[in-house]
């Protein structure tokens, strides 16, 4: 099992930043990869950004790519989100996930998750 919990979420106007935080404890080393996912109210929860473990370039979805930047630490303990020059379509819940397969990371369906942290974004 592997257990997740975001932080760093909270209220900022357009064009400002926020670094979300996802720790990780568990057994972190069935890992292949962790994301990032939103959800905003009424639509489905999307990907955001995936960071694979070794030398492969994370993945973004296109409405983030140049804004937004994910990371992680070499222990896999901790998963940074950067976002930068947030719109307010960005606003929504977001949530950090784990995936224990290239397959799974590859088609987004992640097996373990957090309980989310709220991004809102005004005009």
């Known amino acids: 099992q592997v257990q997740l919990v975001e932080s760093g979420g909270g209220s900022v106007q357009a064009g400002e930043s926020l670094r979300l935080t996802c720790a990780a404890s568990?057994?972190?080393?069935?890992?292949?990869?962790m994301g990032w996912f939103r959800q905003a109210p009424g639509k489905e929860r999307e990907g955001v950004a995936t960071?694979?473990?070794?030398?492969?370039?994370?993945w973004y979805t296109d409405s983030v790519k140049g804004r937004f930047t994910v990371s992680q630490d070499n222990a896999k303990k901790t998963v940074i989100l950067e976002m930068n020059s947030l719109k307010p379509e960005d606003t929504g819940m977001y949530y950090c996930?784990?995936?224990?397969?290239?397959?799974?990371?590859?088609?987004?369906?992640?097996?373990?998750w957090g309980q989310g942290t709220q991004v809102t974004v005004s005009s």
């Open positions: 568990g057994d972190i080393s069935s890992t292949y990869c």
């Open positions: 996930a784990a995936a224990t397969s290239l397959l799974n990371c590859g088609e987004l369906t992640y097996n373990y």
């Open positions: 960071v694979y473990n070794g030398n492969v370039i994370p």
